[in-house]
């Protein structure tokens, strides 16, 4: 009904260039860190000194490239291992919790729903601190009992992916709930009269309906896990993931080295995105 209503000619131009500057605010940015990538220069700043692709591919410092810094490549690995295990575990966990909240009635369920949102709402700097504390008192209280130092409750790349996936696994929880709601369920009443199990009816029927929500997740997931900081910073060992890596680099000074990979991870993430939205329209 809206574009229906008869508007003015200085009403249609100010929304239009309100529309135009919003991206370009959205947009700018972005783009002065992809093009200061390309600069002949140590520093990602004006004036610029030509075009190079050795921040991408240079062999000899001070301007070697992002494929042979091997610091860098080393962090996007181990963010790489870490997203890939809190994806894994946030889809698995999700799943089930789409089920729980949907399919069953039980006592306390809304204080349980509660509880599972409460990590969204604890700034991601807090939730580290708490999960720090609270493995750091256990491991040291295991050393007092029995002697044993449990390396994985120290900081470390495991608490990395527990913390991580304290929070990421409600947001996959909400994506793949999402899209169970809408599902149909005579068709697992359908297959159960048909002689399936109920298990059978879940793996042939409703899981295949949900796949398209179920990579969703996965993706959101990992692009999050990702760029996580605040909460990677608290709990980080000694192997470093990339948002860590580059947030001390960024400490000693500036480099284009840093926009070089902040364009690769705008690619990986456009594509990544791109795949979420091929499957969710396929499903």
Known sequence: MIPSIPQSRF?????????????????????????????????????WEGFTWNWFFGTERPMIGVFHERPILRAIGTSAIVAIFVSILSVGVGLSNAFLFNRYRFRGQGILYVFMLLPLVIPGIVLGISILVFSSRAAEGLWDLAQWDVTALRPGLTLVILGQFSFIATIATLVIAAR?????????EAALNLGASRLTAVRTVTLPYLAPAMIGAFVVAFLMSFENFNTTLMLVGSDAPLTIAMFDRLKEGSTPLLNAVSLLLMLVSSGLALIMIFAQKRG
């Open 11 to 47: 009403l249609t131009v100010s929304y239009t260039a309100y529309i135009a500057l919003f991206f370009i605010f959205l947009a700018l940015p972005l783009v002065v860190v992809a093009v200061f990538a390309f600069n002949d220069s140590q520093f990602p700043s004006l004036p």
């Open 180 to 188: 169970l709601q809408k599902f149909d369920k005579t068709l697992e």
